[in-house]
Structures are given as structure tokens and as C-alpha cells.
């Protein structure tokens, strides 16, 4: 199935004016098709049982589980001593916690959370940050109510930009989506200064060469039926920073609102522009299952 772009959702229509961006492919007459896609996807699946939380614990997998970090960012706080048990530094990799440990990062007591995933429709001026020591908005602010849990933004989304924002305090999680290697799926609508002109229309499809090497787009079109081709739709896996921005004002176009549409198969379709929802079961299976364990599934078998 493959993915389209409105300006307003991502959802099929039954309209006579269907985007170029749309235009020679098939669609799943659902309401929603990404929505579709999670559930056939998962419709069998049963995720393995988690571990058991009277057994023994690796630290690293410990800390992540806490909200800290990833697990790989865990193992470089061990090696470099933030990290203590029962008031006593480890700097072994592969300790094990046992239930009753007592397990400090830099002398605060970090215990396992309950994983948390939100998803949030950013508005246009908040930072996709945790903090800011200018005192601006961030979108921190926006999932205030969320009680009892840091959460964190996955992903980038500049301040001007808005759309689907991926928070959670699964760092494990996070650091698979955030991961270039992820190749996480993103589809944005763009409104320019002026008319993209076919000739920009056809260099973006074939790659942009930027100053930190090609921009490669999986799809760009038009949004609206040819008459004001300032509309946009893009379709693309790269997570370099302000991406977007930069193929435009490298061909001289100014883009005027950037809206995240999709990023890896969630859609803000029924949230509100600063609200926000948690993920349904289904969602968070997709991701974590099928999405940011999918460069592992496809690793060859180990020849050794």
C-alpha cells in the first residue's frame, strides 16, 4: 500500500479534485489507510513476554527501561562511573540488577517506568526540545498533563514547523527511530514563497546535491490540482537535519509552512493543532516490532 498526501490528512477522498501527488496509485478504501496498514500488520502478531521484573536485570537495559538513555548510551555512563549500585560504582559492562538493588545515576535514584508513548500535533513556534536556556516554548509544555513520566521528543521538528511529534520515555525506542540506519518514513506538505517550477519539480525527484551529500526523496508532487504549484507534498527516509528546508532554498524557494503529516506510520488525523493522544496498542506494536526492529529482521544469519 502506498501513502498519499491532502492538504489537510492523509485519508482517501472521494473528491474530483485528488492531488497530482496522488495520482496513478492505489489506495485501501479505508478511512484511514495508514491506521489500516498498523492494523493488518499486527492483526497476528503477539509481541514476546517481557521479562519477568523478579529476574535479573542487565544494567544497561535497567537504566533505559528508567527513561535515562538508550542502552548504548547507557553503556557509556557506566564506563565513565555515573552509574552506582547500592551506593557502590559499576563500571562493569554487563552487570546484572537484581530486584532489590538500589540503583543511582549521577547520585539520584532511577527506578523502571511505565513505558509512555504520545503522540502530539505540534503548533508552530514551540522548540522540539526538553528545555531551553533562552526560555522559549517547547513542546514540554504541551504534554504537561501527562503525569508522573518524562517524556522526550523523538525526532527533529523545527521551531517553525508543525505536525506529528513521536514522545515517549522508551529511550530504547527513541534511539532505533532517531537512527539514521531507522529509515523511518516522514511525509510532509510544504507551502512555498512562489510556484515550484517544473524544472525543481524534476531535480528534487532526482536528487539534490547538498553541501552534506544528495538529498534522495522517495516522492514530491504537487498538492493541488495545477493552477498554485507554491503547494507541496514530500515523501522521504532522510533524517538530516532541516532536510526539507534546505532541498527548497538550495533551488531559491522560500518554504512558508511545513507540516508533518506521518512520521513512521502515526498520523495527527484527529488531533488537534497542540493536542495530543497516547498510542493504541496496535501503534505501539507497529513501532515496536515492525519498524524499529526492521533493519535487524533483514540482517543476514550470522556465518560464524
Request: hydrophobic content about 30%; overall charge positive.
Amino acid at each position: 500500500m502506498r501513502k498519499r498526501i491532502s492538504r489537510t490528512q492523509i485519508q482517501p477522498s472521494t473528491s474530483p479534485n485528488k492531488t497530482n501527488f496522488q495520482k496513478n496509485k492505489k489506495f485501501v478504501t479505508k478511512n484511514d489507510p495508514f491506521a489500516y496498514k498498523i492494523e493488518q500488520t499486527v492483526k497476528d502478531f503477539k509481541p514476546p513476554k517481557e521479562e519477568d521484573t523478579q529476574d535479573e536485570t542487565r544494567l544497561n537495559k535497567f537504566i533505559s527501561n528508567a527513561g535515562v538513555c538508550s542502552r548504548r548510551q547507557a553503556d557509556e555512563y557506566i564506563k565513565a562511573g555515573y552509574v552506582k549500585v547500592n551506593d557502590v560504582p559499576v563500571l562493569e559492562m554487563g552487570y546484572k540488577v537484581k530486584p532489590r538493588d538500589i540503583v543511582k545515576f549521577k547520585n539520584k535514584r532511577i527506578q523502571n517506568e511505565k513505558k509512555v508513548y504520545v503522540l502530539l500535533n505540534k503548533p508552530k513556534g514551540y522548540l522540539t526540545t526538553t528545555s531551553d536556556d533562552r526560555e522559549r516554548k517547547t513542546v514540554m509544555e504541551l504534554v504537561s498533563t501527562v503525569k508522573d513520566v518524562r517524556l522526550y521528543p523523538v525526532g527533529r521538528l523545527d521551531r517553525n514547523s508543525t505536525g506529528v511529534i513521536l514522545m515517549t520515555n522508551d529511550g530504547e525506542l527513541a534511539q532505533k527511530l532517531s537512527h539514521p540506519s531507522g529509515e523511518v518514513t516522514k511525509v510532509y506538505q510544504i507551502e512555498l514563497d512562489k510556484k515550484l517550477e517544473m524544472k525543481d519539480l524534476q531535480a528534487i525527484r532526482a536528487g539534490v546535491e547538498l553541501e552534506d551529500g544528495k538529498a534522495i526523496v522517495d516522492e514530491v508532487d504537487y498538492t493541488l490540482p495545477r493552477g498554485d504549484d507554491r503547494f507541496v507534498g514530500i515523501e522521504l527516509h532522510s533524517g538530516k537535519n532541516r532536510i526539507v528546508r534546505r532541498i527548497f532554498e538550495h533551488l531559491g524557494y522560500e518554504v512558508e509552512k511545513l507540516d508533518r503529516v506521518l512520521y513512521a506510520g502515526l498520523t495527527k488525523k484527529n488531533v488537534t493543532r497542540g493536542k495530543w493522544r497516547f498510542l493504541t496498542e496496535k501503534e505501539i506494536i507497529f513501532l515496536k516490532y515492525f519498524i524499529a526492529n526492521k533493519k535487524e529482521k533483514k540482517a543476514p544469519p550470522s556465518s560464524v
